[in-house]
Antibody, heavy 116, light 111 residues
Framework: EVQLVESGGGLVQPGGSLRLSCAASGFTFSSYEMNWVRQAPGKGLEWVSY????????YYADSVKGRFTISRDNAKNSLYLQMNSLRAEDTAVYYCARDGSYYLYWGQGTLVTVSS | QSVLTQPPSVSAAPGQKVTISCSGS????????VSWYQQLPGTAPKLLIY???KRPSGIPDRFSGSKSGTSATLGITGLQTGDEADYYC????????????FGTGTKVTVL
């Protein structure tokens, strides 16, 4: 059974940093593209970042470019999102999602709250 | 603000049919596959349709997808109370930079 489990969310002050993790199981992690998608409270879905199976290709949404860094450790079956210079508008539930063209598998999400 | 436009809400009685439109451009829908997601309150999104019109295993054929030019449509027939949710279209976009984009979202209400 495919499982994606996010962790690392919490309350952080504006300007602060947070690192999210997504632990994958039930499939060959190193063979699949991965993404981060977020959803602000009461708002729609917003794609955040993509990473290829090898990590060689990475894309970011304009809203996080230069502040967020996506990475993966295929040996640990884990996906990461390093978030720096956090802003109030980054407050959202962050989901990791598997695949490139469409997202068949999603984690349960982890809440990031940016507030003083 | 999303580059994919959906109606904010649609509604119909149980057993009826609804359609949800997703309007884009040549840099997204016009040259890429479209997928559709259902999000029930408080839960992660669920893939309903991929590659414009394909259904993942376990998705009933009451859900259908189509694409024409720069627009896509999700259809739901035999509407059930359990279909009351938010629905999003999604696809890749390459207008200025490569990115994945979701539609603005549509709330389906079963009357």
């Amino acid at each position: 059974e495919v499982q994606l489990v996010e962790s690392g969310g919490g309350l952080v002050q504006p300007g602060g940093s947070l690192r999210l993790s997504c632990a994958a199981s039930g499939f060959t992690f190193s063979s699949y593209e991965m993404n981060w998608v977020r959803q602000a409270p009461g708002k729609g879905l917003e794609w955040v970042s993509y990473i290829s199976s090898s990590g060689s290709t990475i894309y970011y949404a304009d809203s996080v470019k230069g502040r967020f860094t996506i990475s993966r450790d295929n040996a640990k079956n884990s996906l990461y999102l390093q978030m720096n210079s956090l802003r109030a508008e980054d407050t959202a539930v962050y989901y990791c999602a598997r695949d490139g063209s469409y997202y068949l598998y999603w984690g349960q999400g982890t809440l990031v709250t940016v507030s003083s | 603000q999303s580059v994919l436009t959906q109606p904010p809400s649609v509604s119909a009685a149980p057993g009826q049919k609804v359609t949800i439109s997703c309007s884009g451009s040549s840099s997204n829908i016009g040259n890429n596959y479209v997928s559709w997601y259902q999000q029930l309150p408080g839960t992660a999104p669920k893939l309903l349709i991929y590659d414009n019109n394909k259904r993942p295993s376990g998705i009933p054929d009451r859900f259908s997808g189509s694409k024409s030019g720069t627009s896509a449509t999700l259809g739901i027939t035999g509407l059930q109370t359990g279909d009351e949710a938010d629905y999003y279209c999604g696809t890749w976009d390459s207008s200025l930079s490569v990115r994945y984009v979701f539609g603005t979202g549509t709330k389906v209400t079963v009357l």
